[in-house]
């Protein structure tokens, strides 16, 4: 039995303006605005939720399976998962599209200016549920197509598979009877804490009500912690103190692992929770979303218990 990741694969370029934003964009010009700012420092990470998910899943030892679609520029990415032992079966390459790309300038102020190409994250839909032929557990519905995010609900839910709905920053793209339907289908939902509000003013329920149609809410708060909250009960998740922390970019989807991971071994959510967190924890020591390496010693001995138990 496997967790199907389904997501985008993306290449994510990061930059740095050793400046302002404020001081380059005229509030009284903004609409007429033409600027250009020198960003002498850039990275180029491995991104998309799929992507650094099963990074983390693979971290770990999990039986998993990325679904995604990809372009004509993925060969780099491929070599790194072949590298890593992640397995390609089901990242349907589209040779008429680029990978989908996010190109992000952050300023001084941690101000970001964010260009996002979507590629071939909008053929998703693409790819259906039932071409998989192995055993799957469990499926994570991450920011990916909307035509596929919503058709890979609908699969899942007709095979009888549970899934995570797993909105992140494609949240807004969805209306009220759309957000009520992936709800209403659900196993689980994790969000952080801005999305959380935003899914309950978007789909006009409290955390409660939509609390008790899954299995379990999953709202995450970064150095605050994580909040899960099933049949009728909250639980708090604390975050481990990380002293020097170097980088957010992924840590939610490295907490999403450990859920994922947790639910598929049937743990209880204390347990669960704690994993998420250690791996969140372990990511901030790094720079990017699939830098970070712990062995699975370092992980059993920030969480006190052993992955196999």
């Known amino acids: 039995m496997s967790i199907l990741v389904c997501g985008s694969m993306a290449f994510d370029s990061i930059m740095v303006f050793h400046d302002y934003f404020k001081n380059h964009i005229m509030p009284d010009q903004i609409h007429k605005l033409s600027v250009a700012f020198y960003v002498p420092d850039m990275e180029k990470n491995f991104g998309g939720t799929a992507g650094k ?7 770990i030892k ?38 989908a790309q996010a190109f992000i300038t952050t300023d001084l102020d941690d101000n970001q200016i964010t260009a996002f190409h979507p590629g071939a994250m909008s053929k998703s839909h693409l790819n259906t549920i039932m071409d998989i032929k192995e055993n799957i557990q469990l499926i994570l519905i991450s920011p990916d ?13 007709k095979c009888g598979i549970p899934f995570i709905f797993d909105p992140g920053q494609g949240l807004p793209m969805f209306d009220k009877d759309e957000l009520l339907n992936f709800i209403n289908k659900a196993s689980f939902i994790t969000v952080n804490d801005y999305e959380a509000e935003m899914l309950s003013k978007n789909s006009g329920l409290s955390f409660q009500e939509i609390s008790n149609q899954v299995n379990a809410l999953i709202i995450t708060k970064g150095a605050s912690g994580s909040l899960i909250i099933t049949n009728g009960n909250e639980l708090n998740i604390p975050a481990f103190k990380v002293p020097n922390p170097i980088d957010p970019t992924g840590c939610g989807d490295a907490y999403r692992a450990g859920i994922a991971y947790g639910i598929t071994h049937h743990w209880d959510w204390n347990k669960t929770g704690l994993l998420a967190s250690a791996l969140a924890a372990l990511k901030v020591k790094s720079k990017g979303g699939q830098n970070h390496n712990p062995t699975i010693s370092d992980i059993e001995n920030l969480t006190g218990f052993k992955l196999n138990d």
Do not use: R
């Open 53 to 59: 998910i099963g990074y983390n899943l693979n971290l």
């Open 145 to 157: 197509g909307k035509e596929g995010m919503i058709e890979h609900a609908e699969q899942s839910f």
């Open 62 to 99: 999990a039986n998993f399976k990325i679904m995604s679609t990809v372009g004509k520029d993925f060969e780099p990415y491929q070599s790194w998962l072949t590298k890593n032992n992640i397995a390609t079966n089901f990242i349907k390459l589209c040779n008429d599209d680029f990978t």
